[in-house]
């Protein structure tokens, strides 16, 4: 009796938990091939996880590791705490390297940045020879940036070089481009202007291209006169690409390496020793890769606050 | 996209441009811009493929002439095979073509994970990766070298071997991003019913998606081998061995001994594999370039 009382409401009890009975095995099944996917997608992943986890992921936590750490290719790594950044903060160098870094960029913004937008302005105003002008533009991107120095140094050459011949046509009197402590930052400016303006143009070309032309139509009727319609329609509608570009472009070139490094080696005197090539002194010249991670740490720091802007300014806006 | 022979609605209507001084405004502007942009852009690669082709007194002249007085065209055969520039020549094809083989098959099998097999955590991965898009590169050059002469683990030294500018190139969050981005486009019924009729992962990726992917995957392979051939600090630093190096650090390095003319010949010769994919893959480049920039 006891027996059937305590069986029957677990016979009840059983049976609408048997219902379901059959469901275990495709949940089963389902589950081994949620695995069975992930396990495929994981080894369709591997690859890539492991190109980033040594490339990218781990190279960061170890130059941040670094920085407080002495390194040679001779003994393990010992740690110093802050003594490379004391030991950066000392060099005199440091600071020129900024000072000059920080010159470079405001010059390539007050060129890169304002050319590429009136070349773009005046590129979709013209309704012939388009397709050339945009390839022309883009021409020196394409070049190996090794070519488009070496080229400019043969320009800016005080002998046989093209730039000084001009100036003497001119009747001007020739300049002492690389060699000059005040023209020699210039110079560089000229070149990475010239070899990358084709790309921010193109941009900004594209963008423009998407100014909806009811927009200017309904100003014209306004009375808005073309200057008028440029200051009211055509850069509010650009604000956006243009801060982006801005930032960017404040990224890229405080990273200029290539131009100071074949065109003047730092100098002269200095004048054109930038983060980037300091960098590279220390760690490549000089084997001193824990002042040269502090070193890239200070510049991850800059360039950090930056690329946090953009990224900011971007997912606001998607 | 509005193209040359459309006029889309600009900032200048084209009533003002059918006046008579704004016809005369237009031409000149016009005119202007041929001009300067083809003194400023194409007039420097002039000079360089002529320049090679004078003596090299010529060249030392302080007074240059447009067009070369003699020619010497010899200077492009001596830059081939003299200084060893058909060498560095075959060296910058081996590491492109490997970095192009290897971000490809690397990249496109993440970006097919990530957008069609989505493992748990995908995202997770996807936004660790696009967040070194963010970082500069420069402040990665050091951590990133000694990694490559000593890889975790496995204590290989990459230096000196072509794997030091293959490898570090498959961690490319743009190829992964743009890749996914076109590939989260094909419909999920393809993808379900080459499943039903019985095929595995690597056999739907290889006849249903990259046969349908095939503009991106050009977009991509461009960008590779491109930055491969332009590259400079990188392989300075990592193929330190001339026998090994790129035509880009062998210019570099070649630049102080050079006879003049066989100098700007070898700079000609470098060029000249990516002006050809420019003009080839002109349209490719242009939608790279706005579909990389920004995605608004």
């Given at each position: 009796m006891k027996v059937d009382t305590v069986g029957a409401p677990r016979r009840t009890r059983q049976r609408p938990a048997a219902a379901p009975a059959p469901a275990p095995a495709p949940h089963r099944a389902a589950l081994r091939r949620r695995i069975a996917d992930n396990l495929a997608g994981y080894l369709f992943l591997a690859g890539g996880i492991l190109a980033f986890a040594l490339f990218s992921w781990y190279p960061i936590v170890r130059g941040f590791l670094l920085s407080f750490q002495q390194v040679n290719f001779a003994q393990p790594a010992t740690w110093v705490g802050l003594d490379n950044f004391q030991r950066l903060f000392d060099d005199p160098l440091f600071l020129t390297a900024w000072r000059n870094t920080l010159w470079f960029t405001a010059l390539a913004l007050v060129f890169g940045f304002a050319a590429p937008f009136v070349t773009a302005i005046v590129l979709n105003e013209l309704r012939h020879g388009r397709a050339y002008l945009r390839m022309t533009v883009y021409l020196p991107v394409m070049l190996p940036p090794i070519v488009t120095v070496l080229l400019w140094r043969w320009f800016y050459d005080p002998g046989p070089g093209l730039f000084n011949h001009a100036l003497a046509v001119l009747h001007l009197p020739p300049q002492q481009w690389l060699e000059s402590e005040n023209l020699s930052m210039l110079s560089l400016v000229l070149v990475s202007t010239w070899a990358n303006m084709g790309t921010t143009t193109l941009i900004y070309l594209a963008a423009l291209q998407g100014v909806p032309g009811e927009l200017y139509e309904a100003a014209q009727l306004d009375g808005a006169s073309i200057r008028q319609r440029l200051w009211h329609v055509t850069i509010p509608q650009m604000r956006f690409i243009l801060l982006i570009t801005l930032l960017l472009q404040v990224i890229g070139t405080m990273q200029v390496f290539i131009e100071p490094f074949v065109l003047t080696g730092g100098g002269p005197n200095d004048a054109t020793v930038t983060v980037l090539l300091l960098l590279y002194r220390y760690a490549?010249?000089?084997?001193?890769f824990g002042l040269a991670s502090a070193m890239s740490t200070v510049l991850f720091v800059v360039l950090g606050a930056f690329a946090g802007l953009y990224l900011r300014l971007t997912r606001s806006k998607g | 996209m509005a193209t040359a022979d459309s006029p889309a609605r600009t900032l200048i209507a084209p009533a003002e441009l059918d006046r008579p001084l704004g016809r005369a405004l237009y031409r000149t502007v016009l005119g202007t811009v041929l001009v300067t942009f083809t003194a400023a852009f194409v007039f420097p690669l002039y000079w360089m493929v002529s320049g090679a082709l004078k003596s090299s007194a010529e060249l030392a002249q302080p007074d240059p002439a447009l067009i070369p007085q003699s020619f010497h065209p010899e200077s492009y055969t001596q830059a081939w095979s003299s200084t060893g520039l058909s060498r560095y020549f075959l060296n910058t094809l081996l590491l492109a073509a490997g970095a192009l083989l290897f971000q490809l098959v690397v990249d496109v099998c993440a970006a097919y994970a990530l957008s069609k097999l989505r493992p748990v955590l995908g995202n997770v991965v996807l936004a660790m990766m696009l967040a070194t898009l963010m970082l500069p590169v420069s402040a990665l050059l050091v951590p990133t070298y000694l990694t490559v002469v000593d890889i975790p683990l496995i204590h290989v030294n990459l230096i000196n071997t072509p794997f030091a500018i293959w490898l570090p190139a498959c961690a490319n969050a743009f190829n992964i991003f743009v890749l996914k981005r076109f590939f989260d486009q094909i419909p999920e019924e393809l993808i379900d019913a080459a499943r039903i009729d019985g095929a595995g992962n690597l056999r739907i990726l290889a006849h249903v998606v990259l046969p349908l992917a095939r503009p991106v995957l050009a977009v991509v392979s461009i960008f590779a081998v491109v930055g491969v051939w332009k590259d400079f600090l990188w392989p300075l630093l990592t193929l330190p061995d001339p026998r090994g190096q790129p035509i880009t650090v062998a210019l570099n390095t070649l630049a102080n001994d050079m006879p003049a003319n066989q100098l700007l010949a070898g700079m000609a010769m470098a060029s000249i594999p990516l002006l050809v994919i420019f003009l080839v893959f002109q349209r490719h480049i242009m939608a790279g370039l706005t579909a990389g920039s920004l995605k608004g």
């Open positions: 490549f010249v000089y084997n001193d | -």
